[in-house]
Structure formats: structure tokens, C-alpha cells
């Protein structure tokens, strides 16, 4: 695994941006994974500020990471109207190349399988771009004490539920469960980038990259991929 430890939030960004230009440059219909979060908003910014200087998007597919249940592209906490919002309505991509998991579908088993199969036909991703959670958990998969390996709908541990309290109005308003990519179809990605800043990202990154394999550490399973780039602050890096 490459690790790159950069100074500042602005230089991890841009690395990572130059990641997602020079993929589409080399292929314009290139499959793009992509996260939510804190993270990557500086990377989208400059995405947005500079695309036009280095690709277009109107041939390129995305596939999100993950989706809470309940929650529809309506609602501001979903990660449907935070992608429409930080990204997709600020470059040229085409509405019916974006996939993200449906929230709100009436039978979340088929929506699941729906979704691993979309990735199945129309991928592999050619880069996918992932944060991590405090407690290790990469899309929304969280410790467990098996590696879910497809598409599925998960339970939020109080941990993950409490990080992204942040976004919500109340605690109490945040789902409890959400659907995501699983273990395999993360690896399935031909290039994974992860991004990760700040003190409380050092422990889950230590033992990702250090620790042993284990599905108690979901970030842990990038060490069974030979294409992994990590770019870190030196507060995520500091037990490296
Ligand atoms: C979001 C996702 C999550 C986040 C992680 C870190 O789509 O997949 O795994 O990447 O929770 O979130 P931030 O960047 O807000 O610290």
C-alpha cells in the first residue's frame, strides 16, 4: 500500500483530485466510485473549480458508496442531495450515468442485489475513492465479525451513528441503518484512493494499514488489494 503523507487538507485534496483527472483524461468513460462526508469536500471543490481545465464528464459513470434507508433525495442528510448538491449539479455530468443506492426502495434485499449488479455490468470502477470512520469502518461497512462481501443493508453502530450526528438535527433523527457497497465490491475497484485527516482518523488507519486483517477493522481489508494509495495528514499518520 502507498502511503502519502501530505502538510495540509488542501494539498491531500488536490492529490486526490489529480487521482480522478488523470483517470478520465486516460479513459472519458471511466466508472468513478465515490464517498461522502467531510473528506472529500475539498476535493470536490476543486473538481468542480477545475474540471473544465482537465476533462469532461459527460461520458463518465458514478457509483456511490452508500446510502442511509429512509431517507429520499428530497432530504438534505441524504447522501443523494449532498452528491447533487457538492457535485453533480456544479459539471457536466449526464443524470442518467450517476447510480447511488436507493434509500427509499419498497424491498431493500432486491435494491441491494440491483445495485451489486449495476456495479457487475457497467463497472469495474476504475478508481474508487473512500474515508474512513473513526472506528475503521470504510462505506458504511462497520465492525463485524464477518466480512459482508455484496451490496447490503447494515446497522449503524452507536459509534458511527453519534460520528455523523453532526449533519442531523438531532441525534435521535439520524437512521439507523444504511445500505452499502460491501468488502468485495470495494475490492473489486482497480485503484482505490483513501483519504484521511485529523487525530481521531489515527487508530482506525494504524490498524488498517499495520494491523492484522480482520472484519473488526473493515479498513484492514484494503491490505488484500495491490492498488491502494492512502493520503493522510501527519494527525492521521502519527502511530504510523
Ligand atoms: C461516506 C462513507 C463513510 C465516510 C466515513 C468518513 O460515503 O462511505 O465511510 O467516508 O464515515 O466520514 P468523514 O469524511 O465525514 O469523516
New binding site residues.
Partial sequence: MEVVIKDNYQEISQLAANYLFDTVKKKNDAVLGL??????LGMYQIIIDKYKDNCSFQNVRTF???EYVGLDKTNKCS?CYYMENILFSHIDIKEENIYIPNGVAENMEEECRYYENLIRSRGPMDILF????PNG????NEPNYYFEPYTHVVKLTDN?IA??SRFFDSIESVPKTAITMGMKTILSAKKIVMLATGHNKAEAIAKSIKGKVTPQVPGSVLQLHNNVTLIIDKDAAKYL
Fill in positions: 464517498p461522502t462526508g467531510s473528506t472529500p456511490n458508496l452508500d447522501y473512500l474515508g474512513i470512520g469502518h470504510i462505506g458504511f458511527t460520528a455523523n
